[in-house]
């Protein structure tokens, strides 16, 4: 059985992902390093809910605390890029990275993240900053599987109902949740003058 590091952002992208290394003979180590996710009580939410969920399941998960004051030095000047813009691919490098050094510090050859299973991201920014940040050690690899085909979309979304994730509408970072906040406004305010009109 071959292990895996498995960075994960929430339990509702990791599940199908750790059923499907499971069911594969795969061991995943669940590595929870997001230090983008805002504020620290939303952090801690997410992080007890994919605690909750490895426990269920065997999986050892590896705390790679929250450092929120670093990712936002890492993203300065990126505030207002837009969802899949620099600023993502900054913070992809820098949860990978650390992902990296995780795996090359406790001797596990291969890496992935569930960052590739969501709708949301561009894949090719998740692999860029995978393959960037594994080619600082010699004895990692960056796993490129995309975690959203051979019906695993379709699977997330059963498994969060069965077990009721909680379940997020942004990716964690103040700026999505502004933006998507915003979004909801303008949203609400197109369908307000429609029924008006």
């Not at 450092?67 to 993203?75: E, M, Q, R, Y």
């Not at 600023?87 to 960052?115: D, K, M, N, P, Y």
Request: net charge positive; proline share 3%.
């Amino acid at each position: 059985m071959q292990t895996v590091l498995l960075h994960s952002c929430c339990a509702p992208c990791s599940a199908a992902v750790l059923e499907w290394l499971l069911a594969h003979d795969y061991q995943p180590v669940v590595y929870y390093y997001n230090p983008n996710i805002f504020p620290r009580d939303e952090y801690e939410k997410r992080k007890a809910e994919l605690n909750k969920h490895c426990a269920r399941l065997g999986v050892e998960v590896i705390d790679g605390d929250w450092d929120h004051d670093a990712w936002l030095d890492a993203v300065k000047g990126l505030e207002n890029e837009p969802e899949r813009g620099k600023r993502c691919s900054v913070c992809f490098l820098v949860r990978l990275q650390a992902a990296a050094r995780t795996a090359h510090e406790r001797g596990i050859g291969l890496f992935t993240t569930t960052l590739a299973s969501s709708r949301w991201k561009s894949l090719d920014q998740v692999n860029a900053a995978g393959f960037e940040a594994a080619s600082a050690y010699d004895n990692v690899q960056y796993w490129d599987k995309n975690w959203r085909k051979d019906g695993l979309q379709d699977r997330r979304n059963a498994l969060l109902k069965q077990y009721g994730f909680y379940n997020q509408t942004w990716c964690g970072c103040e700026f999505s949740h502004r933006d998507s906040l915003k979004r909801a406004a303008e949203l609400a305010l197109r369908k307000a003058r429609k029924n008006a009109a």
